[in-house]
DNA sequence: AGCTTAATATCGGGG
DNA sequence: CCCCGATGTTAAGCT
């Protein structure tokens, strides 16, 4: 395999070569994987030990140290972007993975079994369809996804008493907050809203009506609106 | 290196190899990491595409599937645990990743650099400091870090508004309801407090305060809290 | 720098 | 299964 190719890898390698290959990889920009058997120390917000054990460490070249285990989409540790990398060999001669911040991550290398430098290049960049951003579009497209009649729609209105998703008014000319989730509504954005027209009232002395738009609610999420009177708008985020 | 060795590793596989060595993997259980030119495909809560570029694949035995780029914390796509994964080759000739449950995420593989199987074991347990929850036990093994006369405490006490963190009386004997947070307190935490006084009032007619506990506090939030009548008490979710 | 809000949030516990 | 709340939440946008 030529010297310069994108992905080098060496199996089993001696702590020595694993450290100075991955002391070389962060000073050129390389992302890193690493299969180990390693126990880890994180000592910042919180702190955490686990023991010995089988996983792979990631290192990428804007200093975010990932240790992954066999389960869940969570890494067992991490290290967030910004931290310094090194590596260095213990005294016992296992390879030490050190991500240095305002926070503290040490990942003690027992064995080594890979060690993989990735020369890599992204330029692409993610499309995401199907965020609140989003649905909030739609609306201010067509106020009667809301309601017909519903206009004057104002985004991100800011109040006193928070910011305001979409506001405008009904047919009747009365003021309407909406407030937009991506998610099935819950209680806490029932009482957001609720609270919404709570201070509005209270500021403005006016009436106001409150619409919650989100893909689905539930039965009795449905009841609970319908005891603070607050609508509810049935709005599929991928729906467009 | 031996059949049986914990990790393998192969360079630059034809995609019909890569394939089938995912597919055999995927069975035994193993952590496969693959180094790969991919563009991503998912479906599911939402959507997203991002074009080709150099990314990490990890698949783990529980069905949890992760797309790393060369920056931050979270994977670029990912697939929930849970998955059936599978690996075939498209009319191109490319490896195709795919994980299906309720969701649908596809990694098209134009170019695979290597692909490694992890025969893993990780038996050992996480252990955390500084969680909310351990402020909480501190709180109940010793009430006077709230206050002094701080008595007859009852954890996570349900009322009719919601779980209360702890609940006891104070030495006058008024009730004394504490909300916990192992971060700054912000004007959430303020409102969620002030809420529970509120509703502790009204149905039971009977004086109560409210405290906040949390690492720290802003000058903002501090008058906040004042102008509520509320009280704070500072506690660091590391100290003990 | 601080604050606010969204996220394919994830994850664990309780009813 | 749904609901609720914590997370070392992370990340992006705005003041």
Same mark, same amino acid.
């Given at each position: ?119 890599n290049t992204d330029k692409a960049e993610l499309h995401v369809r199907g965020t609140e951003a ?22 991100? !209105? ?5 910011? $305001? ?6 047919? *009747?000319?009365?003021?309407? /907050?909406? #407030? %937009? ?19 509005? !009232? ?5 009436? $106001? ?6 893909? *689905?609610?539930?039965?009795? /999420?449905? #009841? %609970? ?16």
């Amino acid at each position: 395999m030529s010297v310069d190719a994108k992905v080098s890898t060496v199996e089993s390698p001696e702590s020595i070569v694993a450290a100075n290959k991955i002391i070389n990889a962060v000073s050129r920009g390389d992302i890193i994987t690493i299969h180990a058997s390693c126990s880890v120390l994180y000592e910042g917000r919180a702190e955490s030990t686990i023991a010995e054990g089988d996983r792979v460490v990631m290192i990428k070249p804007d200093g975010t140290v990932l240790v992954h285990g066999d389960e869940g989409y969570q890494p067992i540790n991490w290290q967030a972007s910004g931290s310094d990398v090194k590596a260095e060999i213990d005294g016992d001669g296992n390879l030490l993975i050190i991500g240095v911040d305002s926070e503290y991550l040490e990942v003690n290398c027992y064995a080594v079994y890979t060690v993989t430098l990735f020369d890599n290049t992204d330029k692409a960049e993610l499309h995401v369809r199907g965020t609140e951003a989003e649905m909030h579009e739609r609306i201010l497209d067509d106020p009667q996804l809301v309601e017909s009649g519903f206009h004057d729609l104002e985004h991100e !209105k800011k109040f006193p008493f928070g910011r $305001v998703d979409v506001f405008g008014y009904d047919s *009747d000319g009365v003021p309407v /907050i909406v #407030e %937009v989730k991506r998610r099935s509504a819950n209680r806490d954005h029932v009482h957001q809203l609720y609270t919404y027209l709570k201070e509005y !009232k209270e500021r403005y002395s006016e009436d $106001v009506r409150g619409v919650l738009v989100a893909p *689905d609610c539930t039965d009795f /999420i449905a #009841e %609970v609106l319908n005891a603070y009177d607050l609508g509810f708008v049935p709005l599929d985020p991928l729906d467009s």
